[in-house]
């Protein structure tokens, strides 16, 4: 109780025994430390744990049975089950936590948790949908610091769970008009770049036919404006992104007609640029990366043909700005190869020859663009028949104005050398103080090296050098003053080749064909 205030007041306040409050110094230390304590449990962060997963997974559970339950029972009244709706909203958004801990990935799948998510991509209500194609896009994004065994278990449990149809179906029922359907159609689309990240899920997600054919409407859709969207855009970086690295994928869609369908695509910017640096002109980068792609493959290349992009290409080189370079590349992709004999008779049939030296003679020609010039005459002079009219005519280009193609050639070839001495240079450096062992842990970043100086460049040079010493003697004659003027002779041009020989290691029927040529080619150049 309160102590007597007449007695020794004075004594009391000069001791500091009492306080305001009325408590004793001890009293108010032990308040203290008390919401200290309080205070440090309000603020200490939550345990992200096995023991929490489970916890979450309960209530996540829960929710989706509430609401389901709800909905059911008062399916005609929404005030009734909007408050469940709202929970289940807050559960679906606290998962995103679940980023930050990607080892409780394969808890999350075993606890049936990620069925139970993809699931909600059915739910009616598709802001519900859409809050759970956030969280599993965010999931999976690459950004993500998971192990490849704990990323792998939650993709597999996705994919196994129906996540791609569903996507689709949720595409199909969004509305983009609406700025966040338009969002939702975003996410799921990056889902989709999310899972491509592996090859193997890659083929997995192409085996979607149905969001194969949505995303080719997608990139056709004419938008308001005339202009091109985020999403559509997104829609041909993943198709693009789909082709690249899989032999699978680039057979399937060229069997969807995609090669036509971006032909006609592209078309319109043989005459107009996109806007520099704005979502059009990534689209046209995504439409041209995908055409390239589906080159490489024989039935990419007789489409091609087919659709007359062939054409279309010729037309952009003579007349085009940023398509110029991007059809270039294209006509590369498509001559090379065994099967390019139809697409390099193509390009002198349609008159192509004059575009593509007068590209080539020009000085302000880069160093990119003639490595695809080069590579297209590499391709001719392999692919078109001895003694052909077409292969004739290609040879009269080499030898007309005094060699002056030839003379080109080698030009570019002694600059070629320049960047690759450098770095041959700096590289025997390097070398010299490493050990055998080093030196053997080197070799595939040094040969990476040695790529961006312009090795292959040089490489596919010196083989339309030794086409021209093989096909014509005034050719042959021309390209030894050529290198005699650098104290030179064609036994650099034959050890080129051979390193080209030796580097083939698989026994496929192509490599065999380019060993069987290339190996010719160096009887030339005795």
Request: hydrophobic letters at 40%; aromatic letters at 4%; one cysteine or more.
């Amino acid at each position: 109780m309160p102590p007597d205030d007449d007695n020794n007041d004075d004594d009391d306040d000069e001791g500091g025994r009492f306080f305001g409050g009325g408590m004793t110094a001890r009293e108010a230390e032990v308040l203290d430390y008390l919401d200290g304590t309080e205070a440090e449990l309000e603020v200490a962060p939550e345990k992200i744990d096995a023991a929490w997963l489970r916890r979450t997974a309960l209530s996540f559970d829960k929710k989706i049975s509430r609401n389901a339950e709800q909905r059911a029972k008062f399916e005609d009244d929404p005030s009734r089950f909007i408050a469940s709706e709202a929970e289940l909203d807050t559960e679906i958004k606290a998962l995103s936590i679940l980023s930050e801990h990607p080892q409780l990935y394969p808890e999350f799948a075993r606890l049936g948790c990620v069925a139970s998510l993809v699931a909600l991509l059915a739910h009616d209500n598709t802001d519900i949908a859409i809050d759970a194609v956030e969280i599993i896009d965010e999931l999976t994004d690459e950004d993500v610091a998971a192990e490849e065994a704990h990323y792998n278990a939650l993709v597999d449990a996705l994919l196994a769970s129906d996540l791609l149809s569903l996507l689709v179906s949720n595409l199909e029922r969004l509305d983009e008009a609406q700025e966040t359907d338009r969002g939702g159609a975003y996410h799921a689309l990056g889902i989709v770049e999310n899972l491509c990240g592996r090859t193997v899920t890659a083929e997995r997600v192409a085996e979607e036919e149905g969001l194969l054919k949505w995303l080719l409407r997608r990139i056709q859709l004419k938008e308001a404006g005339g202009g091109v969207s985020q999403n559509k855009q997104y829609a041909a970086e993943i198709l693009a992104i789909l082709l690249q690295n899989s032999t699978r994928n680039r057979q399937r869609l060229v069997g969807l007609d995609t090669t036509e369908i971006m032909l006609q695509l592209v078309a319109p910017y043989r005459k107009r640029d996109p806007e520099k640096g704005g979502e059009e002109e990534e689209y046209v980068e995504n439409l041209f990366e995908a055409l390239a792609c589906m080159a490489d493959e024989p039935e990419g290349k007789a489409k091609l043909v087919e659709a007359e992009g062939v054409e279309l290409c010729l037309i952009m080189l003579k007349e085009g700005k940023l398509s110029k370079d991007a059809s270039l590349r294209l006509l590369d992709h498509a001559a090379a190869g065994a099967s390019g004999a139809a697409v390099c008779q193509k390009i002198v049939d349609a008159g192509g020859l004059k575009n593509i030296f007068t590209l080539f003679v020009k000085k302000s020609t880069d160093h990119r663009a003639a490595e695809h010039l080069i590579g297209i005459f590499a391709s001719m002079l392999r692919l078109l028949p001895a003694d052909s009219p077409e292969r004739i005519r290609l040879l009269a280009k080499f030898v007309e104005k005094d060699y002056e193609k030839t003379t080109k050639l080698v030009k570019l070839r002694r600059e070629c050398v320049a960047r690759m001495s450098a770095v041959d240079d700096s590289i025997r450096v390097e070398q010299e103080r490493l050990s055998a062992e080093e030196r053997e842990n080197m070799a595939d970043e040094w040969f990476s090296r040695r790529l961006d100086a312009g090795l292959f460049s040089l490489q596919t040079l010196d083989v339309v050098l030794a086409w021209l010493v093989a096909e014509d003697g005034g050719a042959k004659a021309a390209v030894q003053k050529l290198l005699a003027d650098r104290d030179e002779s064609l036994d650099v041009v034959k050890a080129t080749i051979q390193e080209q020989i030796e580097g083939i290691d698989t026994d496929d029927a192509d490599s065999n064909d380019t060993r069987e040529m290339l190996s010719t080619l160096v009887k030339f150049l005795q």
